[in-house]
């Protein structure tokens, strides 16, 4: 008798889910667009007024730095090609541009003096233009961004980053908050803080592992929270907009099925996503962070107290609940162990797990890693701000992108459809080519190739952007040559014909006997 049942509703999945790809149709109103950040792309480096950010000086001092030993001077020229730049966008069918204002060409004296009106300008035709291709603006205030003049006080170690970066955003959200309706404060604070102030593998004056990497991050979160709160009180009753911090974290499996293992990977997502979200939703960093640098500082180093520095109860109640949207930018899935090999003083150590990459994982590590966000955190609206694949291969016939993406999205269309997620959107790093902050120009990770040998940066969509742009105008995965929604795949519908289908059919089979 039961045999009808399960027989339908087999049928129905597999008429669903023909192969492991998930094609059911994306809601139209899921957001998807593409990411370019302002010293990444913009070039254009000393022009207008701007004077140099922590970047500029850095790249300019150390040539040797990156491997191809090049800088962002000129990189993709976007500061030059805002009209090119949008009609791409749109010609793409993407409904959102995720990018960042260069904060030294709004101030150029970092924090006093005159906001510059040429840079300002500059940004109000670009979100202008960009609102009228129905194109939503989605603004970074600081990515990886900070004036050089700044950084000679100490930057993210000096607490005045708080009042610094507060003006600095009251600027931005006045100057554009009419068109700009999503704002981000900084662009993935772990990467940021360790790699500027602890380990030293983005631009940086000195570094101090172990412990700057948290003063950054403390800093941080409390400029944050006062952006958040400012745009709230003042802002957010008219332009009606959202602040939220971008998190970038990779999704993480315990090696075995050992107890040690698996505490290990969570132990590790808790220490990398948790350093930043946990403060955002529950007020403080996560106890297995607290206690792990306490423990490691008193016993094993032998100091008077913990690295981490402590939050007053007054900050915890100011800093929670300050995160609109989870943005989160996310790359790669990896096993973690227990296996504890002793690593140089810093994050990495502290965190006290072994990870090794697993080669495309996060194409099926995003569905579970978005359920061990909303899990973790309220049960959050995610909008995935930041994933790609980069290669050394620069050419135009991007099949293995084109695949990566393929597996990504019917990840989360698997999330939202049997995990039941919000995900409101995915913007694709990156738009084109452009400065890789660890690889310089050798990595491409664009949609876009450009010819960085010709003068005006001659953009050529690859394959994967005419691929990205039929996904965004049907909201279907699939990769074939359809022309509309209905005939490229079908919209997600519940079981519901087939249990019925099955119900009578069973009472049919009973009846008979
Ligand atoms: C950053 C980008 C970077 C990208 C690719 C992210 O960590 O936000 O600025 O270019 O990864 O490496």
Same mark, same amino acid.
């Not at 399960?6 to 597999?14: A, G, K």
């Not at 492991?20 to 109103?29: A, L, M, T, V």
């Given at each position: 008798m039961?045999?009808?049942?399960?027989?339908? *509703?087999?049928?129905?999945? +597999? @008429?669903?889910? #023909?192969?492991?790809?998930?094609? /059911?149709? !994306?809601?139209?109103?899921?957001? %998807?667009? #593409?990411? @370019? +950040? &302002? !010293?990444?792309?913009?070039?254009a480096w000393n022009e207008d007024g701007k004077t140099p950010n922590v970047w500029d000086y850095f790249l300019h001092n150390r040539p040797d730095f990156i491997p191809d030993k090049s800088n962002a001077d000129v990189s993709a020229n976007a500061y030059h090609m805002v009209k090119t730049d949008v009609e791409l966008v749109k010609s793409l069918n993407l409904k959102v541009f995720r990018t960042s204002v260069a904060w030294t060409r709004i101030l150029p004296q970092g924090n006093e003096g005159k906001p510059n009106q040429i840079a300002i300008n500059h940004y109000k035709n670009l979100f202008r233009l960009l609102k009228e291709n129905n194109i939503e603006p989605l603004v970074t205030l600081s990515h990886f961004d900070l004036p050089q003049k700044l950084s000679l006080y100490g930057g993210f170690l000096n607490s005045s980053i708080v009042e610094w970066f507060t003006n600095y955003a009251r600027i931005c959200f006045d100057n554009f908050g009419e068109d700009v309706k999503q704002w981000a404060t900084f662009n993935e604070p772990y990467i940021w803080c360790v790699g500027a102030y602890g380990v030293g593998f983005l631009a940086? +004056?000195?570094?101090?592992?172990?412990? %700057?990497?948290?003063?950054?991050?403390?800093n941080l979160l409390k400029a944050h929270a006062a952006v958040w709160h400012m745009y709230d009180e003042e802002f957010r009753p008219t332009q009606k907009g959202t602040v939220s911090l971008t998190n970038a974290a990779d999704?993480?499996?315990? $090696? @075995?099925?050992? *107890?040690?293992?698996?505490? #290990? &990977?969570?132990?590790?997502?808790? !220490?990398? *996503?948790? %350093? !930043? #979200?946990?403060?955002?939703? /529950?007020?403080n960093y996560p106890s297995v962070m607290i206690e792990n640098i306490k423990n490691i500082s008193i016993n094993e180093e032998g100091r008077n107290s913990s690295r981490l520095p402590e939050f007053t109860k007054e900050e915890i109640k100011y800093i929670k609940g300050t995160n609109d949207i989870f943005y989160l930018n996310t790359y790669f899935a990896h096993y973690a162990s227990n296996v504890i090999? $002793?690593?140089?003083?810093?994050?990495?150590?502290?965190?006290?797990a072994t990870i090794e990459e697993i080669p495309n994982g996060i194409t099926w590590g995003i569905r579970p890693f978005i359920s061990w966000i909303r899990k973790n955190f309220?049960?959050?609206?995610?909008m995935i701000t930041e994933n790609g694949k980069g290669s050394t291969d620069a050419g135009l016939q991007d099949h293995y992108r084109i695949d990566f993406m393929q597996k990504i999205f019917s990840s989360i269309r698997d +999330?939202?459809? *049997?995990?039941? &997620?919000?995900v409101l959107g995915y913007t694709f790093w990156s738009l084109y080519d452009g400065f890789e902050v660890q690889y310089g120009y050798k990595m491409k990770m664009g949609l876009t190739y450009i010819d960085f040998n010709s003068n005006n940066r001659t953009r050529i969509p690859r394959q994967s952007a005419y691929y990205y742009s039929n996904v965004s105008r049907t909201g279907c995965i699939s990769n074939s040559t359809c022309v509309d929604a209905a005939s490229c795949c079908r919209a997600y519908s519940f079981p519901i014909l087939s249990i019925i289908m099955a119900i009578i059919m069973a009472v049919l089979t009973l009846c008979r006997c």
């Open positions: 039961t045999y009808p049942f399960v027989i339908l *509703i087999l049928v129905h999945l +597999s @008429t669903n889910v #023909a192969t492991s790809i998930n094609n /059911h149709r !994306f809601p139209s109103d899921f957001l %998807w667009g #593409a990411s @370019t +950040s &302002a !010293f990444q792309f913009e070039g940086h +004056s000195k570094t101090n592992p172990g412990f %700057w990497e948290y003063t950054c991050g403390h999704w993480v499996v315990p $090696k @075995t099925s050992s *107890i040690e293992d698996k505490e #290990a &990977a969570e132990r590790h997502l808790l !220490f990398r *996503i948790g %350093w !930043f #979200a946990h403060p955002l939703y /529950h007020g090999t $002793k690593l140089p003083p810093g994050f990495d150590n502290d965190i006290r309220n049960n959050v609206s995610i +999330s939202m459809e *049997i995990d039941n &997620a919000t």
